[in-house]
T-cell receptor, first 109, second 115 residues
Framework: RKEVEQDPGPFNVPEGATVAFNCTYSNSASQSFFWYRQDCRKEPKLLMSVYSSGNEDGRFTAQLNRASQYISLLIRDSKLSDSATYLC??????????FGRGTSLIVHP | EPEVTQTPSHQVTQMGQEVILRCVPISNHLYFYWYRQILGQKVEFLVS????????KSEIFDDQFSVERPDGSNFTLKIRSTKLEDSAMYFC?????????????FGPGTRLTVL
């Protein structure tokens, strides 16, 4: 299994829709997980951290399933401005992070 | 709000030339990082730097690469003899502590094009 795997998409959804992405990881020792947002040709920006079972911030909910080794990101009431690539990041040993290739989200009117 | 800055925003060079990418981390941060992202690919860790020495480096960070903190503000990445496959976006990041990845702040990146 690849270290961090994401469905590349694109996920094409209408405004107001709920969309969910999954990310699977191979390092069972990982304790923390992160979702970053990356706009085209821009730097990654932290969206959410996940340390235990999950985290919620407004329209965004991240959940962790340790048994199956995946984390998910749920976006409710999608906005046009949510269009971006969502990166799953799993720090490995010595804090070296492994990034997924990202899931592309396109929210259309 | 403090931010990481990088210069230049775009660097074009000929294969075999040396390039130096510059970063100014956030002023009270002590840990510095370089990442690269080849177009359409994932972000890849290159190196971390603390107390004037490399803390960790990936397999990508071979002898062609070096990092330096030449003064109290700049953090540089040098590629000695560029190859076509070095074309990528290079992101600098900094953090106050090393313990949690989410405390890293990324700069806007330098797009390197090797011809």
């Amino acid at each position: 299994r690849k270290e961090v795997e994401q469905d590349p998409g694109p996920f094409n959804v209408p405004e107001g829709a709920t969309v969910a992405f999954n990310c699977t990881y191979s390092n069972s020792a990982s304790q923390s997980f992160f979702w970053y947002r990356q706009d085209c040709r821009k730097e990654p920006k932290l969206l959410m951290s996940v340390y235990s079972s999950g985290n919620e911030d407004g329209r965004f909910t991240a959940q962790l399933n340790r048994a199956s080794q995946y984390i998910s990101l749920l976006i409710r009431d999608s906005k046009l401005s949510d269009s971006a690539t969502y990166l799953c990041v799993v720090p490995g040993g010595s804090y070296i992070p492994t990034f997924g290739r990202g899931t592309s989200l396109i929210v259309h009117p | 709000e403090p931010e990481v800055t990088q210069t230049p925003s775009h660097q074009v060079t000929q294969m075999g030339q040396e390039v130096i990418l510059r970063c100014v981390p956030i002023s009270n941060h002590l840990y510095f990082y370089w990442y690269r992202q080849i177009l359409g690919q994932k972000v890849e860790f290159l190196v971390s730097f603390y107390n004037n020495e490399i803390s960790e480096k990936s397999e990508i960070f071979d002898d062609q690469f070096s990092v330096e903190r030449p003064d109290g503000s700049n953090f540089t990445l040098k590629i000695r003899s560029t190859k076509l496959e070095d074309s990528a976006m290079y992101f600098c990041a900094s953090s106050e502590q090393v313990s949690t990845f989410n405390e890293q702040f990324f700069g806007p990146g330098t797009r390197l094009t090797v011809l």
